[in-house]
């Protein structure tokens, strides 16, 4: 019971102290800034963002001006860099209708040491149509973090208080000025694509130029992208979809993160001289003149380069983009997808897609045998609904059983991707087609089936329109060889009866 008393007392004593130090001891109260919204024309009159035409930033150990040129667009002067023509706008914006939020008033200039205004910090001048040039002088930041000290040359009297966004941008550099998204490209206007990776590996993406185009070029390169090129023997129609979604659009997206050298002087310090991966698209547009009866096209080409990791952890890169005189880094997160590549994904794999009205022949041959089909021409063409009169070996068979069978034949494809290799001896089955181009006579297209293993079999292709190719990579089922020869027996012996 004593121990609470005397407890209780103590409590008491320290409340009175703490009452009459409240009384006694005025509380501190920070210097209060009277926030008006001022603006910079208050202290530049008439001076517009419209009327600039240049603008420089000045540090001890950084400068840069730019210039807008004829058609409005920023460029450097000195060291080239490519321009981000937001940042210097919006940087312009902030420095000739800032809001000023306070004013300090001063005797004389050396009083501006303290702001970081006595030599400058960073010095922003902006060169107006007229000729006029103002210049501002910022310093540090506030203690709170919130602004920026600047002084406008000429008014010596005060100093004043700018938000630090605004303020923030007389400490850009390279990095925050430069342009570092790669093109946008539609792949409406796509030409060609290539892809290297440790100098082979090659991929090239080629529409057919040779149709008709019609409503317009972009549509015909849109509906029909044409051929892949692969190491660089192997000629395969492309999936267009397929195409943009797995190929076009993840290395579109690849994004140039950060500046780390504003020259080419050295791309051997990072692995740019041999580059890792080199992807370059190319871009054509048509245009029309009188007396160009297709029109005329205006090629562009954009390529990116990949060199060395930055560091052991391989999460970054360095990069050279298009026609931008700068290196950069890019993320492996973005280049995972190029990584990822496999052509495999994005070809048509059909061994020879050919639409059975466009044939007048096939021949088919194996080691110890030979069938000949041919159908009536005067019914290969028209309506679904007209028969054929096809014959293997003079005798007739079944229209629809024959169109059943010749599914299997043009339906061969390929399923597995493999290592380079060439096919050995002589191949166990060919198969060719006279092709009919609506026009006149089309391709011969010769396909040899070559052993592989005991399960697959590797395939050349001649097609007389585009010569000889090596499928050194792509391989076919003997599961499917096997039954394409099967129903062949049964078409023969009449056994194959498709319902009508």
């Known amino acids: 019971m004593k ?4 407890a209780s007392g103590v409590l008491v004593v320290l409340m009175a102290v703490a009452v009459a130090l409240y009384f006694i001891i005025p509380a501190y109260e920070p210097e209060e800034f009277e926030f008006v919204p001022l603006h910079m024309y208050d202290f530049l009159p008439e001076r517009f963002t419209a009327d600039v035409v240049g603008f420089a930033i000045e540090r001890e150990d950084f400068e840069i001006d730019f210039v807008l040129n004829e058609d ?10 490519n321009v981000n023509q937001m940042a210097i706008n919006t940087t312009v914006r902030d420095f000739i209708n800032p809001i000023i939020n306070h004013r300090i008033e001063i ?8 702001y970081g205004l006595y030599p400058p910090v960073s010095t922003v001048s902006v060169t107006f149509a007229d000729g006029g040039i103002e210049v501002v002088h910022v310093g540090y930041r506030t203690p709170d973090n919130a602004f920026y000290y600047v002084r406008v040359e000429g008014i010596d009297d005060e100093v004043l208080l700018m938000r630090r966004a605004a303020g923030s941008r007389a400490y850009f550099g390279y990095n925050e000025f430069v ?34 185009i019609p409503h317009g070029f972009h549509r015909h390169m849109a509906g029909l992208v044409g051929l892949i090129m692969y190491e660089p023997v192997e ?19 690849i994004r140039l993160e950060r500046l780390v050298d504003i020259t080419l002087d050295n791309l051997a310090d990072f692995g740019l001289d041999e580059p890792w991966i080199e992807i370059a698209f190319e871009e054509v547009h048509q245009g029309y003149e009188e007396g160009h009866a297709w029109g005329i096209f205006d090629n562009h ?12 952890s391989h999460e970054h890169f360095y990069a050279v983009y298009g026609g931008i005189p700068h290196v950069f880094t890019v993320s492996a997160r973005d280049l995972n997808p190029v990584l990822a590549l496999d052509y495999f994904w994005i070809i048509n794999r059909f061994v020879s897609i050919i639409n059975i009205w466009q044939v007048y022949d096939i021949t088919i041959e194996g080691r110890d045998r030979s069938h000949f089909f041919e159908i009536n021409t005067d019914y290969a063409r028209g309506p679904a609904e007209h028969h054929f009169r096809p014959t293997v070996d003079g005798v007739n068979v079944q229209d629809n059983a024959f169109r059943w069978f010749y599914q299997l034949v043009a339906g061969l494809t390929f399923e597995i991707l493999t290592e380079p290799h060439l096919p050995q001896g002589e191949p166990d089955l060919v198969i060719e087609f006279t092709t009919d181009d609506e026009w006149e006579n089309g391709p011969i297209i010769r396909n040899e089936f070559f052993v592989y293993d005991p399960n697959f079999y590797s395939v050349i292709q001649e097609n007389s329109a585009r010569g000889r190719q090596e499928y050194s990579r792509l391989l076919v089922s003997r599961r499917d060889i096997d039954s394409l020869w099967r129903y062949l027996d049964r078409l023969i012996a009449g056994e194959l009866d498709i319902a009508r």
């Open 3 to 6: 121990k609470k008393i005397i």
């Open 72 to 81: 409005e667009i920023w460029e450097t002067t000195g060291v080239f860099v």
């Open 301 to 312: 080409r954009w390529t990116l380069i990949i060199g060395n990791p930055t560091d052991d």
């Open 235 to 253: 000629w395969r129609d492309i999936v267009p979809n397929e195409f943009i979604e797995r190929v076009f659009n993840p290395i579109t997206d």
């Open 179 to 212: 342009a570092r998204g790669m093109r946008e490209m539609d792949p409406s206007f796509l030409f060609s694509f290539q892809l290297v990776r440790e100098g082979h590996e090659q991929i090239w993406v080629m529409p057919n130029i040779m149709r008709p």
């Open 107 to 114: 005797d004389n200039l050396a009083e501006t040491a303290q």
